[in-house]
T-cell receptor, first 115, second 110 residues
Framework: NAGVTQTPKFQVLKTGQSMTLQCAQD?????MSWYRQDPGMGLRLIHYSVGAGITDQGEVPNGYNVSRSTTEDFPLRLLSAAPSQTSVYFC??????????????FGEGSRLTVL | DAKTTQPNSMESNEEEPVHLPCNHS???????IHWYRQLPSQGPEYVIHGLTSNVNNRMASLAIAEDRKSSTLILHRATLRDAAVYYCILTVTGGYKYIFGTGTRLKVLA
């Protein structure tokens, strides 16, 4: 089972460049989300989505855009990368059936370095 | 959003029980209590969740205080593979904000 797949696993950017982190899940989960984890820290919620066409902001949304055109995919866009966005990014999904009780399934993470 | 408070770190001897505490004094009546753990260099994984009653599964037990202002994750026999950061999270039914705190880093001593 593929579960939650994130690409790329590693990326180095220069300040000001843009890029998209991809996230795909094959479990037909309605809920998807993006987190960032800085060294030695916990996870912080960036954006989340409860279904196709619906997105909302988390704790740290500035500098990131998301869209949800399909149930399977939830890409995270960095419009103009900054060194402060150097972090490990995790995508997670959950069945909406639990409405807040569902188990979150995480991807393996994408390590981003901005020079 | 309701917040949780956990100790930064704890130690346990291998094959002994571990009790990981979490305070959530601002919890509301419909907030579920979730626990996740993160092994080194991996994404978090689900451990257990509950609302009011104590819960058991193959990984752990969750003991919830009667006033729901605190909870305890119980690992019945710690192994070296249980060394991880454990996160206590509140989720609001009807909402989907799973807000992670800084967690408790559990060290298991052989």
């Amino acid at each position: 089972n593929a579960g939650v797949t994130q690409t790329p696993k590693f990326q180095v950017l220069k300040t000001g460049q843009s890029m998209t982190l991809q996230c795909a899940q094959d479990m037909n989960h309605e809920y998807m989300s993006w987190y960032r984890q800085d060294p030695g820290m916990g996870l912080r919620l960036i954006h989340y989505s409860v279904g196709a066409g619906i997105t909302d902001q988390g704790e740290v949304p500035n500098g990131y855009n998301v869209s949800r055109s399909t149930t399977e995919d939830f890409p995270l866009r960095l419009l103009s990368a900054a060194p402060s966005q150097t972090s490990v990014y995790f995508c997670a999904s959950s069945s909406r059936r639990g409405r807040g009780t569902g188990e979150l399934f995480f991807g393996e993470g994408s390590r981003l370095t901005v020079l | 959003d309701a917040k949780t408070t956990q100790p930064n770190s704890m130690e346990s001897n291998e094959e002994e029980p571990v009790h990981l505490p979490c305070n959530h004094s601002t919890i509301s009546g419909t907030d579920y209590i979730h626990w996740y753990r993160q092994l080194p260099s991996q994404g978090p994984e689900y451990v257990i969740h509950g609302l009011t009653s104590n819960v058991n599964n193959r990984m752990a037990s969750l003991a919830i205080a009667e006033d729901r202002k605190s909870s305890t994750l119980i690992l019945h026999r710690a192994t070296l593979r249980d060394a991880a950061v454990y996160y206590c999270i509140l989720t609001v039914t009807g909402g989907y904000k799973y807000i992670f705190g800084t967690g408790t880093r559990l060290k298991v001593l052989a």
